[in-house]
């Protein structure tokens, strides 16, 4: 394995901002739910609320050498036995080795074997195709609101 999951820590966030390097990632990365274009502050201003409202527990992947090369979010819902996943980010240079695939199973063993729920939910835009083919080969079922 070559990544490991550990809760977000401050300074983090000074890598998923140099992550959000366009306004078209920034979109289909956080909804425009944080102003663009994105600095440390306002993350952490968006990660805080985020925690408020939804309860979300914030989590760094990183590299063997403890570098961060990814970060979700994820809140759980008792009433439902259900995990939402969100803000799910992977370093530009990391994109299209496997890394996300990677994270995302890491996400999936943390929210049904730690804590316990019975479906991990998340949304994806349909054009953001990278990462919804992760999504699918990560075990995920595309279901469609109209």
Not at 2 to 13: A, I, N, S
Not at 64 to 81: C, K, L, R, W
Not at 109 to 124: D, E, I
């Amino acid at each position: 394995m070559r990544m490991r999951l550990r809760p977000y820590r401050q300074g983090d966030g000074a890598y998923i901002v140099k992550w959000v390097d366009s306004q078209r990632i920034h979109t289909l990365w956080c909804a425009n739910q944080i102003a663009y274009p994105m600095t440390e502050e306002t993350f952490e201003t968006g990660r805080e609320a985020g925690i408020a409202k939804w309860g979300n527990s914030c989590f760094t992947a990183t590299d063997q050498a403890g570098t961060p090369v990814g970060y979700f979010q994820m809140s759980i819902h008792e009433a439902d036995n259900t995990a939402f996943m969100g803000y799910i980010i992977v370093d530009r240079v990391c994109r299209g080795m496997g890394y996300g695939q990677e994270m995302m199973e890491l996400a999936k063993q943390y929210g049904f074997q730690l804590a316990g729920v019975g479906k991990l939910r998340l949304a994806a835009f349909d054009c953001n195709v990278q990462a919804v083919n992760c999504y699918k080969k990560c075990g995920f079922i595309v279901i469609r609101y109209e």
